[in-house]
């Protein structure tokens, strides 16, 4: 891959082209990190990176919805991830379990790549924590963060709520 890159960019030349550098960028988004899972104690990595968001999502605040399931959560949230577009960024679920999702939104106009997951965890309590990194940088200019309140918003609308709210 390295390899790739480094020909690709001997292959570029800069000044034959203004966007020729942002084109080249563009290509070099990293892979997924590899203790990006949700259930890699994430919480170690909170003061990490500015472009790191996570939160508590119930999806029964106080019983108020009734016996939904976990299933129809997932359903509700899948619905919804696929629906919700705030930046333009094309939602691809990449990764599905009974109890996880991991979601890659890829940018329409650099293609970086941005991981988004979702987990369940196991218990009576009904919650589905979350978080989203930037794979580039430190600093994402608050995409991350816009997105998951997008989310946060349509999930609202279907009766969720955000655990610090309950």
């Not at 990190?33 to 029964?60: A, G, I, R, T, W």
């Not at 970086?112 to 979350?130: A, H, N, R, S």
Request: net charge positive.
């Amino acid at each position: 891959m390295v390899d790739f890159l480094v020909a690709q960019s001997l292959a570029c030349s800069f000044d034959s082209h203004p966007f020729s550098l942002l084109m080249f960028v563009s290509r070099c988004t990293p892979s997924r990190p590899s203790k990006l899972h949700v259930k890699d104690n994430f919480q170690d990595e909170m003061d990490l990176l500015d472009s790191l968001v996570s939160k508590n999502q119930n999806y029964n605040p106080e019983g108020k919805r009734g016996n939904i399931s976990r299933e129809k959560a997932m359903a509700e949230l899948l619905q919804v991830v696929k629906s919700t577009k705030p930046d333009k960024s094309s939602p691809k679920i990449v990764e599905k379990t009974a109890d996880y999702v991991r979601v890659e939104y890829e940018s329409p106009i650099l293609g970086l790549v941005d991981d988004v997951e979702f987990w369940f965890p196991p218990g009576k309590k009904t919650i589905v924590q979350y978080r989203a990194a930037s794979r580039l940088g430190n600093y994402d200019f608050d995409a991350n963060r816009k997105r998951i309140k997008a989310l946060r918003m349509q999930l609202e609308k279907k009766g969720w709520a955000s655990e610090d709210t309950v």
